[in-house]
């Protein structure tokens, strides 16, 4: 075992995760070091302080990458990612529980990034995919995406919204910095991302204007953009644009079943993958509640949990024959790759690259699976780990792996260990009024 393996056991033996004694679901077990509570410990305090003292200084939120041999081809060590940073703001409260901070620290964090946020560029209420964190000007995601990313600015919402779940009882400060979350939840023009038309659109410019012309439609990672339109108390959507947009009519519950498993959903509009990158089970499911969440078209824990044993299945059967995937390595998402970033998954898209964050964020879907992959980095492959827990990808076919991170991969990774262990972040955002009425307003059971 590694000495920082060592470190950061007793580093943990002062955390509230392990005062508390919480118990996740296979605390009876043990590794030759660490048991199954301390492995999980031990990775969401790494991943956590990515989005701690990790942190864009002049902001406080989640810069894009961060590479440990400061190799930045683009010079963009100051780039701030506000999706990734949506998922920030929950990992620090994951932080905040487990006591690897204190309500203040966090308080203080989450009022200066607020008050940034604020400050920041915006475009009829939507954050850029990117900022410039020092100046909190738009930093463009390419040519034409140089405005509002309605996508990304979900994610944000999404994760602001538990934060002033968790702040709503709290003394006057902490009040008025819910108050301000409200203000910039309030101030998004969902229904002008819409043209008049019957679907979302990505991304407005004010050079380009609609030029990137990228509607919306199902099934991706944007489930959380049409609910939180449609739950909007000052923007809302109506209903048929779920449901003509999103779920394209009706054709995105196509069916079909892919290693013996129901997919539930058509996953891709313009092909015919059966299924997709695991982030897709991720990123709308770290505040929404798939447990029992149901509409016309989907049970949606049926739905994630499928996608996650498919791409477990997938790696048991290896039909490329790449080196190391198992029941001990497995998961595929969007990450980086010997050849830039690239959509991982099973099928044509399986490059032989294994991204951690695909097996250890479906620990609510697969907690065995996801488990035999955490022992497997901990125990036997901790050069895969670094300061900010497991790196983004790896590929043992080409003895491949570089000490860097993303934060749209770290950050889902502490967050839905969360929710596999307490549920914390699920009850916070689902008590959310305006979330329940958007929900109820689109014809979903929770």
């Given at each position: 075992m590694k000495n920082f393996l060592a470190i950061a056991f007793v580093l943990l033996l002062f955390s509230a995760c392990s005062q508390k004694n919480r118990t996740a679901q296979n605390s009876d077990k043990s590794t030759s070091e660490l048991s199954d509570n301390q492995l999980l410990d031990t990775v969401q305090y790494q991943t956590f302080q990515y989005f701690w003292d990790g942190a864009e200084p002049h902001s406080g939120l989640a810069r894009e990458r961060i590479h440990l041999d400061n190799i930045y081809p683009q010079n963009?060590?100051?780039?701030?990612?506000?999706?990734?940073?949506?998922?920030?703001?929950?990992?620090?409260?994951?932080g905040l529980e487990c006591g690897f901070i204190t309500r203040e620290q966090a308080f203080e964090r989450y009022q200066k990034i607020v008050d940034y946020l604020g400050k920041a560029d915006r475009f009829h209420g939507a954050w850029p995919h990117w900022l410039d964190g020092p100046t909190g000007k738009v930093a463009p995601f390419s040519k034409k995406d140089d405005g509002g990313d309605l996508v990304e600015t979900a994610?944000?919402?999404?994760?602001?919204?538990?934060?002033?779940?968790?702040?709503?009882?709290?003394?006057?400060?902490?009040?008025?910095?819910?108050?301000d979350i409200n203000s910039l939840w309030h101030d998004v023009e969902w229904d002008w991302y819409t043209q008049g038309q019957d679907v979302l659109y990505w991304h407005w410019s004010p050079n380009y204007g609609w030029e990137m012309n990228f509607p919306v439609g199902g099934y991706n990672e944007c489930l959380i953009m049409y609910v939180l339109a449609a739950s909007s108390?000052?923007?809302?959507?109506?209903?048929?644009?779920?449901?003509?947009?999103?779920?394209?009519?009706?054709?995105?519950?196509?069916?079909?079943?892919?290693?013996?498993?129901?997919?539930?959903?058509?996953?891709?509009?313009?092909?015919?993958?059966?299924?997709?990158?695991?982030?897709?089970?991720?990123?709308?499911?770290?505040?929404?509640?798939?447990?029992?969440l149901k509409d016309t078209y989907a049970d949606y824990w049926e739905l994630n949990r499928n996608q996650a044993?498919?791409?477990?299945?997938?790696?048991?059967?290896?039909?490329?024959?790449?080196?190391?995937?198992?029941?001990?390595?497995?998961?595929?998402?969007?990450?980086?790759?010997?050849?830039?970033?690239?959509?991982?998954?099973?099928g044509e898209s399986d490059l032989g690259v294994i991204s951690p964050t695909a097996a250890l964020s479906s620990f609510p879907y697969t907690p065995e699976e996801s488990m035999q992959f955490l022992k497997y980095?901990?125990?036997?492959?901790?050069?895969?780990?670094?300061?900010?827990g497991p790196y983004d990808a790896y590929c043992e076919t080409d003895n491949w792996y570089l000490p860097r991170y993303l934060a749209i991969d770290q950050g889902p990774i502490p967050v839905?260990?969360?929710?596999y262990r307490t549920g914390l972040l699920w009850e916070l955002f689902m008590k959310n009024e305006d979330v329940q009425q958007g929900l109820q307003k689109l014809g979903f059971t929770y």
């Open positions: 963009d060590q100051d780039v701030i990612t506000l999706g990734g940073s949506g998922f920030g703001v929950m990992a620090i409260l994951v994610f944000m919402i999404q994760g602001l919204l538990t934060v002033a779940e968790y702040f709503k009882t709290g003394n006057t400060e902490e009040q008025k910095l819910v108050e108390p000052t923007h809302p959507i109506q209903p048929s644009v779920y449901h003509k947009g999103w779920a394209r009519g009706g054709k995105i519950a196509n069916d079909t079943v892919y290693y013996g498993l129901n997919t539930v959903l058509n996953f891709y509009e313009h092909n015919d993958d059966p299924t997709g990158p695991l982030f897709w089970a991720h990123y709308s499911y770290l505040g929404l509640n798939p447990k029992g044993l498919i791409h477990y299945k997938y790696a048991l059967d290896n039909p490329k024959g790449f080196k190391g995937y198992g029941e001990k390595q497995w998961g595929f998402t969007s990450s980086y790759s010997m050849n830039g970033y690239a959509g991982h998954h099973p980095l901990y125990t036997e492959a901790d050069t895969l780990i670094g300061k900010y839905m260990i969360e929710n």
